[in-house]
């Protein structure tokens, strides 16, 4: 197995996030960022599963917070991978070369590195449409538990998991 970097965990919903009050969101993201920064990752990412029709969340479209002083938590309620993926094309600079490199940098920053690890609160027969770049080369793992459920011994086991896996960037056996 290679290194842990990034975690990136996919769950809830908007009208599930705007019912968590900012002092329960510090408490998870602290917690959750503690988990994966003993596992040796520096970033974790919290999306949302998908939006609710016609409710958008009051969260900010990116917030910060910084756990264990070791890993930095990025709190992303974007639902629409589709809507993620052109804001990240506007953000490109003019002039900079359109790569998976250039496109990563600005659809994860300010982390500097795509996830290893996806995790996903729900069935493991239907993808979230929030993601869409995450999909290529992320190892993933499904739980079957709630966002309202969510804690770090849920991560902790989705890193266990990642733990025994032979990841092959896309490449085949052989």
């Not at 970033?43 to 409710?55: M, N």
């Not at 990563?104 to 729900?122: H, N």
Request: include cysteine; glycine fraction near 10%.
């Amino acid at each position: 197995m290679g290194s842990l970097a990034h975690v990136m965990i996919v769950a809830g919903t908007s009208r599930q996030w705007d019912l968590v009050d900012d002092d329960q969101w510090l408490e998870q993201a602290e917690a959750l960022g503690s988990v994966v920064a003993a596992a040796g990752g520096s970033w974790v990412t919290v999306r949302a599963y998908e939006g609710d029709d016609g409710v958008t969340t009051d969260r900010p479209r990116r917030e910060l917070v910084v756990a264990d002083g070791r890993c930095t938590v990025i709190i992303d309620p974007v639902s629409d991978g589709r809507e993620r993926f052109a804001e990240a094309m506007r953000r490109l600079p003019p002039g900079v070369k359109v790569d998976e490199k250039s496109v990563a940098g600005v659809l994860y920053e300010p982390a500097d590195v795509e996830p290893d690890l996806v995790l996903i609160l729900g069935p493991p027969t239907r993808l979230p449409p929030s993601l869409v770049w995450e999909l290529a080369y992320g190892e993933l793992v499904f739980l079957p538990v709630g966002f309202d459920e969510l804690g770090a011994e849920h991560v902790a086991s989705a890193l266990d998991d990642y733990s025994t896996r032979r990841r092959r960037f896309g490449g085949l056996d052989g």
